[in-house]
C-alpha cells in the first residue's frame, strides 16, 4: 500500500520540472506574442531554467546508484542557486537603475560567450546593464525578475523537500 509520504514525494518530484517548463513557456510567449526581447540577464536565467529542467531529466534516467544520486542532486543544486543568485542580481538592478547607467548591455549572450572568456563572459553577464534596468512586464506589481526569483527559490525548495522525502 502507498504511504502518503510516497504519494507527496512522487508529486513533489514531478512539480520540478513543470515548474521549469512552464516557465520557459510563459518566457517564450511573453517573447514572441507580446514583443518583449529579453535582456542578457533574463537570457542567462533562462539558460540556467534549461540546465535545471535537463539535468532534473538526466537525475529521472541515471538514478540508479545512490552516489549518481546524490552527485546529480548536487548539480541540480548548485544550478539553482547560480539562478537565485542572478535572479536576485536582476531584481536589484531593477528596483536601483542607477547602479548599472554606466554600464552597457551586450545584446546577445550566446555572441557574448564566442567573444569572451567563460569568466568575464559570467561578470559581463552579472554586471549587466541599464537594458536589464528596465521594468517591461510586472504582474501582481511584481516586475518579472522578482517573479523569476519566487521561481528558482520554489525550486530549490522542492527538490530539497523530494531528497528529504526520498527514501535512500
Not at 546508484?65 to 541540480?76: G, Q, T
Request: with cysteine.
Amino acid at each position: 500500500m502507498l504511504s502518503a509520504k510516497t504519494i507527496t514525494s512522487h508529486y513533489i518530484k514531478w512539480l520540478i520540472p513543470l515548474l521549469a517548463s512552464t516557465a520557459l513557456l510563459s518566457a517564450y510567449a511573453i517573447e514572441y506574442f507580446f514583443g518583449v526581447y529579453p535582456c542578457i540577464l533574463c537570457q542567462f536565467q533562462r539558460v540556467v531554467i534549461w540546465g535545471v529542467l535537463v539535468f532534473w531529466i538526466f537525475q529521472y534516467i541515471m538514478s540508479s546508484s545512490k552516489y549518481l544520486r546524490i552527485a546529480w542532486d548536487f548539480v541540480i543544486v548548485a544550478t539553482i542557486l547560480i539562478g537565485v543568485v542572478f535572479s536576485a542580481r536582476h531584481w536589484m538592478i531593477q528596483m536601483n537603475p542607477q547602479s548599472v547607467q554606466s554600464f552597457s548591455c551586450p545584446p546577445n549572450l550566446w555572441h557574448l560567450f564566442k567573444v569572451q572568456t567563460f569568466v568575464d563572459a559570467i561578470m559581463t553577464v552579472f554586471l549587466a546593464g541599464s537594458e536589464c534596468a528596465k521594468v517591461d512586464v510586472s504582474f501582481l506589481l511584481l516586475p518579472l525578475s522578482a517573479w523569476v526569483l519566487v521561481l528558482f527559490l520554489s525550486l530549490l525548495l522542492l527538490h530539497i523537500i523530494s531528497i528529504r522525502s526520498r527514501q535512500v
